[in-house]
């Protein structure tokens, strides 16, 4: 009779065959490669934006003060009527419980009439809160002016608070919120995915260099001179004549694995925020850095200043200010050549600075031809 341990010594060595047989199945690979789908888009097959304008009401005591919001009261006015409700002229309406708000989304590509789509709300006046509130029925209208969706439902809003005695607590925003599922589709938009005998991929971002590798990848799948790179951006492909095909070759060479050279070195550098963001391709050449931080204190304190008795003068309160500079010493260091992309955060991080100080030293890196890379500030 086997004892305990015999037992979890067999389960383990099967376990061990097992994930060995797995390993044979599905070897590990390396890092997938990058597919045409991810580097390219069809010309037209693209989301399109709709808006409208619409009230919200249900609101407990949160909407806009119509004194200050008049459009509110006018629209309201305008759908009171529409529904056969006349409101006597020089009425002073007093409404808390609506707000005006603008309704957007996002209509995707080969969306048909009945489908719903989400679509978000955001408050145009001075309403302290959506929350609780309900969409009346709203027009989305496209560009073009026509009606896409027509949108109506109960508003979730992500946020919270609360205020009494003039204290307030608050957590993300109160006046703009979201209607899953709130916006019904009311028209197609047409696309030119079974027009012609041809279509158009575009490139997220014009590279001569994934633009023939995408025609040639196609070309090898598909065979020779169905694809042809026009630029830098555009490549176009020649299509079969049925949908159904279509369908087919856009499914097949969309997955296809795409051989992309490094992308050109670069820094994005956000001015607003001090975020810095570096690619693979960044390199940095040997040079010296010497950044001292330069602080400029004011403190006030108040002065009292008490007349001499029987004076009859008055007591006057003044200031005395206290103005403090401080720098610190920045020593010269040397920052050695990186190649790659951890050796250039290690030289960076060497230096010890802020962020915002290395917006400054990245620039100055750059203009002494010290960092291999382009800059752009966001």
Known sequence: MQSPLDRLVRFLVALSALAASAALWWPATAESATRIKEVASVQGVRSNQLVGYGLIVGLDGTGDQTTQTPFTTQSMQAMLQQMGVTVPPGTNMQLRNVAAVMVTAQLPPFAQPGQVIDVNVSSMGNAKSLRGGTLIATPLKGANGQVYALAQGNVVIGGAGASQGGSKVQINTLNAGRVPGGATVERAVPTPLAQGDSLQLDLNAADFNTAREVARAINRKMGDGVAQAMDGRVIRVRMPATPD??????????????????????????????????????????????????????????????????????????????????????????????????????????????????????????????????????
Do not use: W, Y
Not at 281 to 298: D, E, F, Q, R
């Open 245 to 378: 095909e279509r369908v087919s070759f856009l499914a097949e060479i969309e997955n296809l694995p795409l051989e992309l050279a490094a992308p050109a070195a670069k820094v994005v550098i956000n001015a607003r925020t001090g975020s810095i963001v570096l690619n693979q391709s960044v390199t940095l050449g040997p040079c010296a850095v010497a950044h001292g931080n330069l602080s400029v204190t004011i403190s006030s304190t108040p002065v009292v200043s008490q007349p001499a008795p029987l004076s009859q003068g008055q007591t006057v309160v003044g200031e005395r200010a206290d103005i403090q500079i401080r720098q610190d010493g920045g020593s010269l260091i040397n920052v050695p050549a990186g190649s790659k992309l951890t050796d250039v955060v290690k030289a960076l991080n060497a230096l010890g600075a802020t962020p915002q100080d290395l917006l400054a030293i990245l620039q100055a890196m750059k203009a002494a031809g010290s960092l291999n890379a382009e800059l752009e500030v966001i």
